[in-house]
Structures are given as C-alpha cells and as structure tokens.
C-alpha cells in the first residue's frame, strides 16, 4: 500500500494506492493540507495501530511535460510523459533528481503500439526503467530490490552508478 498527496496536474489530491494479484487499486480523495478522515480510517482498517506511526518517508516534485501521439487518423492513443524529478528522503536527507520517459496507452488504444514506439524512444536515448516506482528510486532502494529479484553484479554495479548519478544531478541543481 503507498499514500500520497499530489498537488497539481491532472488528479491532485491524496492518493492510496493497493497492489493486489488482480492488480492496482487507486482511491482518490480531495486535496487538503491534512490526511482527510476517510483516509486514515482506510488505513486504520488495513494497518490497525500501527497506522498511528504512519509518517513521511520521501518528498518528490515532478514537472511533467506530455505529449499525445496521434494514430493515422488523429485519434490520441498515447500518452508520453516526460518527468523531471527531484526527490528527498526524510530518513536519510539523501537527495536525487533524475529525468525519465513513461509512455502510457490511452483508452481504447491497441496494446502493440507500445511495442512499436519503444524502438523510436530507445533511438533517442531513452533506456528501460530499472525502478518499479518513483518513491523506491527516491529512497534509493533500486540496488535492495534488484537483490531480492537476483541481479547480477554487474547490474547490481549499475544501479550503484545510477543512484550517485541522482546524488549529484541534485546536488547540481541544488535540489
């Protein structure tokens, strides 16, 4: 289960997220300075006390620039976003910034053209995401997580470089 608040975009507001084996769940409530009452008792019921220990772990800011793409009819079938991130740990002040591309089918769209824009994006410099989600590169838990799943040294090794790769991209932009 992951909680977020997001201001701005599309769909600000607090955000609870839950994976389960029939796939993602998202509920959305209204944005608000404070944890609206529906969500802390969604997540009293799912954590019981230990929902009072809840707490911070990361702050991320994304600016989001998306393009649509067009299919020979003019029909928008897909969304490309690209993000810029700046994030910081609240348990270690660690700070990261990175910059990456998400391509997401929109409604009614068929499922091959993801297949057939990933030769472009990776044409342009774009490379396949080893980060399952934005908050677990912000916490810097690519490395443990491609442990658990058996990575090898030498990937194990690359994701050491991304991650002082984000180190310093945030250090040089002061993030």
Known sequence: MALRVRSGGKDPGWH???????GNKETLWPASDTMPD????????????AAAKLAPIAELHTSRTVVRLRD?????VVELADDRVRARSHRTGVRRAWREWEAELLPDADAELLDRIEPVLL?????PSFSPAKIARAMGRLVGIAEARGASAEQLAA????DEADQEAARRLGA
């Open 72 to 76: 020979a009819n003019g029909l928008e």
């Open 159 to 162: 994701l050491r470089a991304l």
């Open 123 to 127: 044409a342009a410099g774009a490379a």
């Open 38 to 49: 529906a969500v802390v008792a969604v997540i009293h019921e799912h954590l019981g006390p």
């Open 16 to 22: 609870l997220k839950k994976k389960s084996d029939r």
